[in-house]
């Protein structure tokens, strides 16, 4: 039988590097130990850096704790852990100000020409929110966040991130029963660029791998979120908690040779509206105040839905945001990059209307979790998007994921220095393989086979999982994946692994558990729903879609 037989070991992994991950990393590392950080592309290629909105944080006297908990309890549909919802928000100003110590610079009034409120930070407004309180540096917060903490990483010799790397399984003991789901002592990892498996071992690894947004045919998300982290749990044993709210955008740019290019809430925290026409030679109304109070300021699930229902009903392609009304030096200065990919597009919106549509953007459930981050198997963590605390609830509120990816690695950081000693105490027994073995496997020569699952996965996630379901589309999702994973695990015993591989392996068991879920739930709630539950029922409040890998 062959092996690869490289170990190498750290006193902590961490499996993504986008802010949860880094800052997992950054919070972990500051102890000195040695910290491993995978990432299967460049250090800063993931959602993180894609996040045009900003953070959502307390920081105006006329906000409260209390209101920020509320907008989010609201927003979650009755299926939020109030106590890590708390727990999070009181954080979030602390979270603030360490990524602000460290160099980030979010936008303030004087930046935008308010010289009697020079050192006031901007605080816009997005969906959900009945106070201004996202920070955010211009229309590019996230990629300023990454650079951040890519920066404060780099800076730690203590710290090693491997580039390149894609994680292929963890490292398990064995699991025994429910009660004793084993213990995680690494991970397997792919050098993409060598071919080769390396075992990497530590008493902690923390999942940060982020979301799954290519298990959907269109998407917000970059190539790499094909939902690893949750996979890879799910196969070890973690619990996985309510995969099937998945958050659709409302608003992706529309447009031919543009793909996946999100036009940010802030835009209508700042007055934009969105308007449907009824055939091709009509002038866009209006719509939104057929659907909920706040108008286009309403929650991403029930905006994504409303122009859902519009397109059906109008048979249109888009529906379109409308910012006119504000002058074009104003709308550079404010979201720069927005209006430079629209001009790319042929799109001056100053002057022109927006096209949009709904696609793939957020995962609200994930690896079942605390709010410090730990999952049902002992040494191992997860954060994130991958991660399920409770924040989100059945839809997050806006502005709240960078939020978390701040907050959570904190605690988590605090937690682990303070257990170290006593995880640091096991070590792998004799059911743990520490060496990759690939058996008889040979290198593919069918690769055209994975690109045809990918599609095939992809394209009906979108027709019977999508923002509308019903019963008889998950079931016809359900007996197309059990056939393809099926085809899929043979072709992953007989064939070398290559990223390709794992990611079809991955998105097949992230599409298999999000059907699952949405099977589970006979209500409409949140991101989910369902024409033949198509009402909220009161007594599931609170009550989480738990499912974990059968023995």
């Given at each position: 039988?062959?092996s ?5 070991n ?10 949860a ?33 900003g ?11 209390d ?58 407004r997005?969906?959900?929110?009945h ?27 203590n710290i ?9 399984d ?49 998407t ?44 940010s809430e802030a ?10 026409a ?26 994504a ?25 104003k ?15 042929g ?15 957020f ?35 806006a502005?709240n ?13 605090r ?6 000693d ?25 690769q055209?086979?994975?690109?045809h ?30 056939l ?40 409409s709630?949140?991101?989910h ?8 029922n009161p007594a ?12």
């Amino acid at each position: 039988m062959k092996s690869q037989n490289e170990i190498l070991n750290f006193d902590h992994i961490v499996i993504g590097s986008g802010l949860a991950g880094l800052s997992s990393a950054l919070h972990l590392g500051r102890s000195g130990r040695r910290v491993a950080v995978v990432t299967k592309r460049d250090v800063d290629e993931c959602n993180s850096r894609l996040a045009q909105g900003g953070v959502a944080c307390v920081m105006d006297a006329l906000d409260t704790f209390d209101e920020h908990v509320k907008d989010t309890l609201v927003a979650g549909a009755g299926l939020c852990n109030e106590e890590n919802v708390r727990a999070i928000v009181e954080a979030g100003p602390e979270a603030v100000q360490n990524i602000i110590d460290l160099g980030a610079q979010f936008t303030t009034r004087g930046d935008l020409g308010f010289e009697s409120e020079r050192d006031a930070y901007d605080l816009g407004r997005e969906g959900g929110h009945h106070k201004r309180r996202v920070l955010h540096a211009g229309d590019i917060t996230g990629a300023e966040l990454e650079r951040v903490m890519v920066e404060a990483v780099r800076k730690l010799d203590n710290i090693t991130v491997f580039e390149y790397h894609t994680a292929i399984d963890l490292v398990m003991s064995l699991r025994r029963s429910t009660d004793n789901p084993g213990r995680c002592f690494g991970v397997y990892v792919l050098d993409n660029n060598s071919g080769k498996v390396i075992t990497m071992l530590a008493p902690t690894t923390v999942i940060a791998s982020g979301g799954a947004g290519k298990v959907y045919l269109y998407t917000s998300n970059p190539d790499i979120a094909c939902g690893s982290g949750v996979a890879m749990a799910y196969r070890a044993g973690a619990k996985i908690a309510n995969m099937e709210f998945i958050q659709f955008h409302p608003t992706i740019l529309h447009h031919e040779k543009i793909r996946s290019f999100l036009i940010s809430e802030a835009l209508r925290g700042e007055g934009a509206v969105l308007k449907s026409a009824e055939n091709r030679n009509s002038e866009p109304v209006e719509f939104m105040h057929k659907y909920h109070p706040m108008k286009s300021l309403a929650p991403r699930d029930i905006v994504a839905r409303a122009i859902d229902s519009e397109m059906k009903r109008t048979g249109a392609e888009c529906v379109y945001l409308d910012i006119r009304h504000i002058p074009e030096d104003k709308l550079r200065l404010r979201f720069p990059h927005i209006f430079s990919k629209c001009l790319e597009a042929g799109i001056n919106m100053a002057k022109d209307l927006i096209p949009v549509v709904p696609a793939a953007h957020f995962i609200c459930g994930g690896i079942k979790t605390s709010v410090n981050g730990e999952t049902s198997i002992p040494g191992l963590y997860a954060v994130g998007e991958c991660a399920c605390t409770g924040l989100h609830g059945a839809n997050r509120l806006a502005s709240n994921s960078l939020l978390e990816a701040m907050v959570v690695p904190m605690f988590l950081g605090r937690v682990i220095s303070k257990d170290f000693d006593e995880l640091s105490k096991s070590a792998p027994d004799s059911s743990v393989d520490l060496s990759w073995k690939c058996g008889n496997a040979t290198d593919s020569d069918e690769q055209v086979v994975i690109a045809h699952n990918w599609e095939e996965i992809r394209s009906f996630m979108w027709d019977y999982v999508g923002i509308y379901r019903t019963n008889k589309r998950l079931e016809r999702a359900r007996n197309r994946i059990e056939l393809l994973r099926k085809e899929i695990d043979k072709y992953y015993r007989d064939y070398l692994v290559t990223t390709d591989l794992i990611e079809l392996r991955n998105i097949a068991t992230v599409a298999e558990l999000i059907i699952t879920c949405s099977l589970l739930r006979h209500e409409s709630r949140g991101a989910h729903c369902n024409a033949d539950y198509p009402e909220r029922n009161p007594a599931m409040d609170c009550i989480d879609t738990v499912i974990e890998r059968p023995l």
